[in-house]
């Protein structure tokens, strides 16, 4: 029966299929999302207060990414919990003393907190919610694409099933991609690189890798127009652009900052400019604003030329998180994230790759071994 609390959103995504060559083409499909229905004054502030409790109960913890609700992000914050992109979340999990983790954000982020914490319980407010890019990539269809080129370095974005997880090498996240295929690169790796083209074509712009691109892209970045975002540009002079790099190379090419949510985040901080025109999901200016009382943040434009606008910057499955479900899952233990154990033995290890790479990064060097005869992972 359907849940009359709950509105239907239809979207588009962009699914790669393989041609009898081996290289993906896209195709449009359908999918939904639904949309919570926003909760009362007083409903608001009693599930607050039963999440609270809850989570104490329970022995849980909440992470929340930047692009859900306000509320979400507030409320992990609030009770000890974390708000920050997918594999930090993960990896805060991990190192948590809680026993349950509560997931706010996509699919694959429950699957890669599970996959780092395979003993404790991973919960989700819905388990429908997906990603434009893990749909857009599926295990199979992968799996064929990467035997097509067995030369080749497989590197997969962290917006990934665990299955794909699983066929890689090495995963990473817009905050470390430069540097791993930068340092591939040094050591002759080509690379095959899945599963957002945009992010893939910046980065081997940046390092001029030697890459094959599977041809995914995110519906919310996606979106942003460079011929609008100039106009936007001519009326706010002097705002700084911040562009996260699942944009189109167009929009990348008129940023001041280019980086994940976390660069962005940095870049609005230490630059002194009073506006900034932000090209990534409409989530981040919850946070942008929090940090940056005196500063001014507008939404990148989705209108224009050639516009759906089937986004409008906000993703509609991180929409489907709910305070209602949260209270809900915490309270019945309702969708949890389950992981095939073998299948997480072996997505764990080119996530476990990355971490031992941005670690020995932060101290100053990268030894050779990190990225070396990793064929017979």
């Known amino acids: 029966m359907t849940n009359p609390t709950l509105s239907h959103k239809e979207v588009e995504y962009e699914q790669p299929q393989s041609e009898l060559d081996g290289g993906p083409v896209c195709t449009t499909k359908q999918a939904w999302a639904r949309v919570p229905v926003a909760p009362t004054t007083l409903e608001r502030a009693a599930l607050k207060d039963k999440i609270r409790r809850l989570l104490k109960e329970k022995n849980a913890v909440m992470v929340s990414h930047y692009y859900v609700h306000s509320d979400l992000q507030d409320l ?12 930090e979340m993960a990896r805060f999990g991990r190192d948590h003393a809680a026993t349950t983790l509560l997931v706010c954000g996509v699919r694959f982020m429950g699957e890669t907190a599970k996959i780092l914490s395979p003993e404790k319980r991973v919960l989700m407010p819905d388990l429908d919610a997906t990603c434009s890019l893990d749909l857009g ?20 974005y962290a917006n990934t099933s665990a299955a794909v997880k699983a066929r890689a090498d090495w995963l990473v996240t817009s905050s470390c991609a430069l540097d791993i295929v930068k340092a591939l690169k040094d050591q002759g790796h080509k690379i095959l690189w899945a599963p957002d083209r945009h992010l893939g074509g910046y980065i081997q712009r940046e390092t001029g890798a030697d890459m094959v691109m599977w041809e995914g892209s995110c519906i919310v970045h996606d979106e942003f127009k460079s011929f609008e975002l100039q106009e936007l540009l001519r009326e706010h002079p002097g705002a700084k652009v911040l562009v996260h790099p699942e944009s189109p190379a167009a929009v990348v090419a008129l940023a001041d900052a280019v980086g994940s949510t976390s660069a962005i985040l940095n870049a609005a901080r230490q630059m002194d400019a009073k506006e900034f025109i932000v090209a990534t999901d409409n989530g981040m200016m919850h946070k942008l604003r929090t940090l940056n009382p005196g500063k001014t943040f507008m939404e990148a434009p989705t209108s224009g030329n050639s516009a759906t606008c089937k986004s409008c910057a906000h993703c509609p499955w991180m ?49 050779k071994g990190l990225v070396a005869h990793i064929g017979a992972a």
Do not use: Y
């Not at 269809?141 to 997969?156: G, I, K, L, Q, Y």
């Not at 709910?322 to 997505?347: F, K």
């Open 76 to 87: 992990a914050e609030e009770t000890g919990g974390l708000v920050s992109d997918s594999l």
């Open 137 to 156: 990539c599926p295990a199979d269809e992968f799996s064929a694409f990467c035997d097509a080129h067995p030369d080749r370095t497989v590197v997969v």
């Open 319 to 367: 929409a489907m998180n709910g305070l209602a479900d949260v209270a809900r899952v915490l309270e019945t233990g309702a969708n949890e994230i389950q992981v095939d154990p073998a299948l997480g033995l072996r997505a764990k290890l080119p996530i476990d790759r990355m971490l031992a790479f941005t670690a020995a990064l932060k101290q100053g060097s990268v030894p």
